[in-house]
């Protein structure tokens, strides 16, 4: 049996969740603040155990939820707190940990190395824990729904503190999880100018992202890169500075409700199928938005 980890925020669900829950085929424990609202908000979900189980604390979790998972195959979002929390519980259980994969199967799971160039098959002797990437697969609403609430044994464990929860940087922000992003293309012309862009997007709350010219030239680095062989993002706003708009890019763009082309080529696809097309030399319109902010 295959069987989800969600873990829930003031009843806010990780980004990957319902995709994580589909790929479990709709069994899941959520557990957390607020799980009952959260269970609402996954249409995956045909069976699922709802733990309302306090702050967030790792070190604790892994040893509760170790104390009541038999489940074969065990699967997290490879969120920040699905990674957090994922090792905690493969090393609780005894399991081997398949970190990043982008399918489970009955052995193991597939999952993507070097930058998503490479895919591998880990086969796990026996039960895992694994961590889903998000973005990689879609889900379909469950036919029904069933919920119960459970609750997890007490218990004693070395846990950390949480001092304080910060607002992610925009410009250090897990690329996946941001929700405006500023993109790289080759029409920017240098290194000296991705790293402005960045400087740029840092300023108005924006995360930097490039294409696969950009990264291959070095200019920035490969985390940053979007589409098929880099990362699938799902920004809300996506401002592209000199980027065609090639398949290979637009696979790993999701669906921005506003895309910004700067762009020379009224005609290339970035332009086509943006919401706003500006015709001009991206490292112009870049300089000036630097000038304006008083980004150096
Ligand atoms: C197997 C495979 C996998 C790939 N995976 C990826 C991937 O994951 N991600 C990815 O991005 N690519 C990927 N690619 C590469 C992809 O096919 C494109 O080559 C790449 O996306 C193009 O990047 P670009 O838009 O920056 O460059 P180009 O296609 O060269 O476009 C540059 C754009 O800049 C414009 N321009 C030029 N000068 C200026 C200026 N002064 N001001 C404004 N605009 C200007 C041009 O009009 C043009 O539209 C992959 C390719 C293959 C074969």
């Not at 929860?165 to 012309?189: K, Y």
């Not at 895309?259 to 870049?286: E, F, H, Q, Y």
């Amino acid at each position: 049996m295959t069987l989800a980890v969600i873990v829930v925020r003031d009843g806010v669900l990780p980004l990957g969740a319902d995709e994580t829950v589909a790929e479990a085929g709709g069994a899941a424990v959520l557990v957390g603040t607020g799980v009952k609202e959260a269970a609402g908000e996954l249409p995956s979900l045909s069976a699922g155990s709802l733990a309302e189980n306090g702050t967030f604390a790792p070190g604790r979790w892994a040893r509760q939820l170790a104390r009541v998972l038999d489940a074969a195959r065990i699967l997290l979002p490879a969120s920040p707190d699905g990674r957090d929390l994922a090792p905690r519980l493969a090393a609780e259980l005894g399991r081997p940990l398949l970190a990043g994969a982008i399918r489970v199967t009955e052995q193991g799971a597939e999952v993507a190395r070097w930058g998503g160039r490479v895919c591998v098959d880990l086969i796990a002797d026996g039960p895992f824990v694994a961590t889903l990437q998000p973005g990689v697969r879609g889900s379909a609403p469950a036919q029904e729904t069933i919920l119960q609430e459970i609750e997890l044994p007490e218990v004693e464990a070395p846990d950390v503190t949480v001092v304080e929860v910060l607002d992610p940087e925009a410009g250090t922000v897990d690329l996946a999880e941001a929700p405006r992003i500023f993109g790289a293309g080759a029409g920017l012309g240098d290194a000296a100018a991705v790293e402005l862009l960045g400087k740029v997007a840092n300023a108005m709350g924006a995360s930097l992202g490039a294409t696969r010219v950009v990264t291959d030239a070095g200019w920035t680095g490969y985390q940053r890169q979007i589409g098929t062989t880099g990362v699938v993002v799902h920004p809300e706003l996506y401002v592209a500075f000199g980027i065609s708009g090639a398949a290979q890019h637009l696979g790993g763009l999701g669906d921005p409700a506003h895309i910004v082309s700067v762009n020379t080529d009224p005609s290339c696809p970035m332009t086509a199928m943006a919401d706003l097309g500006i015709v001009a030399d991206a490292p112009a319109v870049l300089a000036e938005l630097a000038r304006i902010l008083e980004v150096r």
